[in-house]
């Protein structure tokens, strides 16, 4: 079975500044794909990145980046330049194996960005 | 162009109605998935279809859930007698049928069981 793990319940970051959402997942799967969602407080699951674990080269969309170490099973969220509207809950989710669709979430980790 | 939709956004009734929930994936879209997120659960899911193929029924909790998908497009998440524990937000999401593609979501139903 898959698990996916954010040991960070909450965070803040002051505006402006750069801040790093953890996750940890487990899979026996070779060929698999790794996601991070943002859910504002309009319930929207949006989201924010996509990586495949057989691509090297880490993901990027415009301020966000992750840091995907494969050998530790680690996909951290790196956020620069901190908005206001990055506030949300952020959930790293995995989905394993060929043919599979189920995703997995991880329990999420609360940001708030403060002024 | 547009996204998800789901109707209605909320939803409160009594213990024992039914209820459904409505969504409207993005078109082109053939893949669609119903998730349910709850306090003490997390993001479950529940039923995933795909195309004209039978669906993936695996995650629904109990014979009380059922879902349809009518003519590839619009599905409706029924569930009958509902109980308190019912009481979560429901979430649909539609795909390409490609291998890691990725879900997108709509804004989701908020169902209150009281």
């Known amino acids: 079975a898959q698990t996916v793990t954010q040991s960070q319940p909450e965070m803040s970051v002051q505006e402006a500044e750069t801040v790093t959402l953890s996750c940890t997942y487990d899979?026996?799967?070779?060929?698999?794909?790794l996601f991070w969602y943002k859910q504002p407080p309009s319930r929207q699951m949006i989201l924010v990145i996509r990586q495949e674990a057989y691509k090297q080269q880490n993901a990027t969309e415009n301020r966000f980046s992750v840091n995907f170490q494969k050998a530790a099973k680690s996909f951290s969220l790196k956020i620069s330049d901190s908005q206001l509207g990055d506030t949300a809950m952020y959930f790293c989710?995995?989905?394993?194996?060929?043919?599979?669709?189920?995703?997995?979430f991880g329990k999420g980790t609360k940001l708030s960005v403060i002024p | 162009g547009a996204g998800v939709s789901q109707s209605p956004s909320n939803k409160v009734t009594e213990k024992g109605k039914d209820v459904e929930l409505r969504c409207d994936p993005i078109?082109?879209?053939?893949?669609l998935y119903w998730y349910r997120q709850s306090l003490g659960q997390g993001l479950e899911f529940l039923i995933y279809?795909?195309?004209?193929?039978?669906?993936?029924k695996s995650g629904l909790p109990s014979d009380r859930f059922s879902a349809e998908r009518t003519g590839g497009s619009v599905s409706t998440l029924t569930i009958q007698r509902t109980q308190q524990e019912d009481s979560a937000v429901y979430l649909c999401?539609?795909?390409?049928?490609?291998?890691?593609?990725?879900?997108?979501f709509g804004p989701g139903t908020r169902l209150t069981v009281l």
């Open positions: 078109s082109g879209h053939t893949a």
């Open positions: 999401a539609s795909s390409l049928v490609l291998a890691g593609a990725a879900q997108y």
């Open positions: 279809f795909q195309g004209n193929s039978a669906p993936d």
């Open positions: 989710a995995s989905l394993s194996g060929a043919g599979s669709y189920q995703l997995t």
């Open positions: 899979t026996s799967e070779n060929n698999y794909y």
